[in-house]
């Protein structure tokens, strides 16, 4: 059975203290592997695509990572504005529906 | 820019009413799909169309919840009767082509069950 754990759950950064958050993955066969940000009371935000390992993406202040078993969100220098929840989620092979984990909310205080 | 519009955005209800919500895809968007979220959890999924046909529908609770896309464009989501542990937010979602590649999610449906 797929299966996607996030960590940490909550995360607090003061404002330019960079840090990472992590998505395991269990998956038999990946499509691809999806980061979205989400903000209280609204819908998910796709923010990236990971397809194979070793593959990087960047946007803005947000870098996403990928090898065989885990992805990582890589967040330099944060502004109280990428406070929100992100979510990572996993298409397998088999279907096309998201798995998604818990999620990680984070918090940029200034 | 193209977004997925759902709506109501919040609906208040009591246990054993029934509840419809309503999703407009991205226009030209093939697939969609209805997500559930319960709160402090990832979406989950409920069922995934492709234009009017169900392609997956194992994680829909049959006896009580329905959707249909009649026309392989807009779609509508059913409860009834609506229970207690309904209460959630309820996400539409499309993508482009057979499911592959990103999924554009709706600003969803808060549902409070009363």
């Known amino acids: 059975e797929d299966q996607v754990t996030q960590s940490p759950e909550a995360l607090r950064l003061q404002e330019g203290e960079s840090s990472s958050l992590n998505c395991s993955y269990t998956v038999s066969g990946l499509r691809g592997l999806f980061w979205y940000r989400q903000d209280p009371g609204k819908g998910p935000e796709f923010l990236f695509t990971l397809y194979s390992a070793g593959e990087e993406k960047e946007k803005e202040r947000l870098k996403a990572t990928l090898t065989k078993k885990e992805s990582f969100l890589h967040i330099t220098a944060p502004k109280p504005e990428d406070s929100a929840t992100y979510l990572c989620a996993v298409q397998a092979n088999s279907g096309y529906a998201l798995n998604f984990g818990k999620g990680t909310s984070l918090l940029v205080t200034p | 820019e193209a977004e997925v519009a759902q709506s109501p955005r919040y609906k208040i209800t009591e246990k054993s009413q029934a509840v419809a919500f309503w999703c407009d895809p991205i226009?030209?968007?093939?697939?969609l799909y209805w997500y559930r979220q319960i709160l402090g959890q990832g979406p989950e999924l409920l069922v995934q169309f492709q234009d009017e046909s169900v392609v997956d529908d194992s994680q829909l609770p049959k006896d009580r919840f329905s959707a249909e896309r009649l026309k392989g464009v807009d779609s509508t989501l059913k409860i009834q009767p609506a229970e207690l542990g309904d209460s959630a937010m309820y996400l539409c979602a499309s993508s482009a082509g057979s499911g592959t590649g990103e999924q554009f999610f709706g600003p969803g449906t808060r549902l409070t069950v009363l």
């Open positions: 226009s030209g968007h093939a697939t």
